[in-house]
């Protein structure tokens, strides 16, 4: 790939008081072998206080040969974006503070060494480290068999993997774009496909921003039904938290109407869905289920604080967007994988089947698009810290929580 007529015309684009746009890829270029470094830092026409860069690397070794990683360095946090997976993002980082986990799965894995139908349709756990995994499309949640048409009024039965395949499909294009005016949002896009003859048509543009020197980032995404018939589709944002903050006496925050047991365990200890436990050997997950509460705005909010409670993260969506909201606690030893997932969803994670009779399923027309917009952000201080929460119990405020209290 030819670098330097790219680097002109964007600054070409800037001059003119266009959004700069850097194409780093696509399906039809082979960028193998190379590490490259894209860079607007310092230009003077941004007069950004904070230097900023995006750069690009491609993996070599193992079951991560030829993954490309595109890393945008707002100057104060650093985010992995992985356009080889699905537009995934590996980790969030600022200074000491990492928004990721620790998976017992050590690289960041090529899809082609995923076979998502292995140990009865497990296998997408082959590959699965990322701080945040989009599941779907056309299905997400657990395994299991499911129906599926073929033309309208013509069915057939399929058995459904864990999470959907949108994870483990490489992104056709990707590109940075730079908006000219202040405050200068940085921006990575990818489109990835999940279509096939007789089967779902469905596109998703997937992006990644953040604003130089900035301590939030932003998840904005567009899927599409690009068939000639109605099509269902899943999405879950698979948030995944192990390091930095999560931590014995740990605790997350959500203003919600109810909770909700999915399995057993969880059903034990229920009245301690907001507290983790520190690294325990043998410890079986535990899934929760919400129905949150949104503020004035609409918004839905989460919270993961520290047991200190001087160190956060935070997260808010619009709820008419994703309507249901997961916290899958696995808080066992450090070796076989110590994390959270904060999960906001178009559903819940049961089979395809047990969500569409519960009517948890969308539905695109022919053509139809939905977006759907996630807020992150990463929070130092006992002060800030404190902020969040009063917020979160300032939208709960007397409503009632079904299942269990509420603490913040």
């Known amino acids: 790939m030819k670098l330097l007529p790219l680097l002109a015309l964007a600054v070409l684009l800037i001059m003119q008081g266009c959004a700069a746009t850097f194409t780093l890829s696509s399906s039809t270029d082979d960028p193998a072998g190379s590490e490259t470094l894209l860079s607007s830092t310092g230009h003077k026409k941004f007069k950004t206080k904070t230097p900023w860069c995006v750069r690009r690397t491609v993996l070599r070794g193992g079951k991560q040969e030829g993954v490309e990683l595109l890393t945008i360095d707002n100057g104060n946090l650093s985010i992995r974006v992985i356009p080889t997976r699905g537009m995934g993002i590996l980790d969030v980082r600022k200074g000491d503070v990492r928004l990721g986990w620790d998976s017992p799965v050590k690289e960041v894995v090529h899809p082609s060494f995923v076979n998502l139908e292995s140990r009865g349709g497990l296998g997408w756990l082959e590959g699965f480290n990322e701080w945040m995994v989009r599941c779907g499309l056309e299905f997400a949640g657990h395994p299991g068999e499911d129906e599926f048409v073929i033309n309208p009024g013509d069915t057939a039965t399929m058995d459904l993997t864990l999470h959907g395949k949108i994870q483990n499909v490489p992104a056709s294009n990707w590109e940075v774009l730079v908006d000219p005016k202040p405050p200068y949002r940085i921006r990575v896009r990818g489109t990835v496909y999940e279509k096939f003859f007789y089967g779902p048509k469905l596109k998703l543009l997937a992006e990644v921003s953040t604003v130089p020197g900035s301590d939030s980032f932003r998840i904005s995404d567009t899927v599409t039904n690009e068939g000639a018939f109605p099509q269902e589709f899943q999405l879950i944002y698979h948030g995944n938290y192990g390091s930095s903050i999560l ?138 810290v404190k902020a969040l929460a009063d917020k979160v119990s300032a939208i709960q405020g007397e409503t009632p929580v079904k299942g269990t209290r509420i603490r913040a």
């Open 247 to 384: 931590e014995a006496n740990a605790t997350v925050l959500t203003p919600t109407k109810s909770v909700t047991p999915m399995n057993a365990h969880a059903g034990g200890a229920i009245g301690n869905w907001d507290t983790y436990a520190g690294p325990t050997k043998g410890f079986i997950e535990e899934v929760y289920l919400f129905e949150p509460i949104a503020d004035v705005d609409g918004k839905a909010h989460a919270v993961l604080r520290n047991a200190k409670g001087d160190l956060a993260t935070s997260l808010s969506w619009n709820l008419t967007e994703l309507p249901y909201l997961t916290v899958w606690k696995n808080t066992s030893a450090s070796e076989d994988g110590y994390v959270t997932g904060i999960e906001p969803a178009t559903g819940y994670p049961f089979n395809r089947k047990v969500e569409r009779k519960f009517g948890r399923v969308p539905k695109l027309a022919p053509g139809e698009s939905r977006s759907f917009t996630l807020d992150y952000g990463i929070h130092t201080g006992a002060k800030a």
